[in-house]
């Protein structure tokens, strides 16, 4: 596990690299600071499409630094209450883990997805369809903030599917500021729009929550 994750403290302080983030979280390191209700306002409003859309173009679960660890076992490794066992060819035993968006524990790391917290299909919709292949991999990759990547139960991963704040937010209430937070984090990091729906459905859940400051190392 040779790459260090940014570290989260509720759901909207800054995003620090610690130490030499790998080229796949690499960025132009400038820093916005802000509020999440100022964010939410200044998100860039423009029509989503998805033409030409697959996942494919986006490669992750790489193993960047080539410690044997791809991406879902460096997550699975940095956000685990209880340090799991790593075995052969990163192989996870043990350990214990907190899913946010439905505040459920889980003991095995096979019942736990790893989500993009804007997903795939909405950083195309939303700016990725005009970047190239290395920045799409770098954004699936994304060990450079703690915020861009976060494992859950299965279920939750699969309610959500592709679907933005204005369709979907985590079932527990209390897990609600700080996935908005969170979504609204990895939209500034790395210069996606936000659709008329998505942008009035996080003023709606922002104005719910503490105007907690936020700051966000960008990526591109």
């Given at each position: 596990?040779?790459?260090?994750?940014?570290?989260?403290?509720?759901?909207?302080?800054?995003?620090?690299?610690?130490?030499?983030?790998?080229?796949?979280?690499?960025?132009?390191?400038?820093?916005?600071?802000?509020?999440?209700?100022?964010?939410?306002?200044?998100?860039?409003?423009?029509?989503?499409?998805?033409?030409?859309?697959?996942?494919?173009?986006?490669?992750?679960?790489?193993?960047?630094?080539?410690?044997?660890?791809?991406?879902?076992?460096?997550?699975?490794?940095?956000?685990?209450?209880?340090?799991?066992?790593?075995?052969?060819?990163?192989?996870?035993?043990?350990?214990?883990?907190?899913?946010?968006?439905?505040?459920?524990?889980?003991?095995?790391?096979?019942?736990?997805?790893?989500?993009?917290?804007?997903?795939?299909?909405?950083s195309w919709d939303s700016g990725?369809?005009?970047?190239?292949?290395?920045?799409?991999?770098?954004?699936?990759?994304?060990?450079?903030?703690?915020?861009?990547?976060?494992?859950?139960?299965?279920?939750?991963?699969?309610?959500?599917?592709?679907q933005d704040p204005a369709a979907?937010?985590?079932?527990?209430?209390?897990?609600?500021?700080?996935?908005?937070?969170?979504?609204?984090?990895?939209?500034?990091?790395?210069?996606?729009?936000?659709?008329?729906?998505?942008?009035?459905?996080?003023?709606?859940?922002?104005?719910?929550?503490?105007?907690?400051?936020?700051?966000?190392?960008?990526?591109?």
């Amino acid at each position: 596990m040779g790459s260090l994750r940014g570290l989260t403290v509720g759901f909207a302080v800054a995003a620090v690299v610690a130490g030499s983030a790998p080229s796949a979280s690499a960025g132009s390191g400038d820093v916005v600071s802000t509020t999440l209700r100022r964010a939410v306002e200044d998100l860039p409003v423009a029509d989503e499409d998805r033409t030409g859309y697959e996942r494919s173009k986006f490669k992750h679960w790489i193993d960047e630094d080539g410690d044997g660890c791809n991406t879902r076992a460096e997550v699975l490794i940095a956000e685990a209450v209880v340090p799991p066992t790593v075995g052969p060819r990163c192989s996870l035993s043990a350990g214990l883990w907190r899913s946010y968006y439905d505040e459920a524990d889980q003991t095995s790391a096979r019942a736990l997805d790893i989500d993009h917290v804007v997903p795939l299909a909405e950083s195309w919709d939303s700016g990725a369809s005009a970047w190239t292949p290395a920045e799409r991999q770098a954004y699936a990759n994304d060990l450079g903030d703690a915020r861009a990547l976060v494992a859950v139960t299965a279920r939750e991963n699969r309610s959500k599917a592709d679907q933005d704040p204005a369709a979907w937010l985590p079932s527990s209430t209390g897990a609600r500021c700080r996935y908005v937070g969170e979504w609204v984090a990895v939209k500034i990091r790395w210069g996606l729009s936000v659709d008329p729906m998505e942008a009035d459905a996080l003023e709606q859940a922002a104005a719910g929550c503490p105007d907690t400051e936020l700051a966000v190392v960008l990526a591109r």
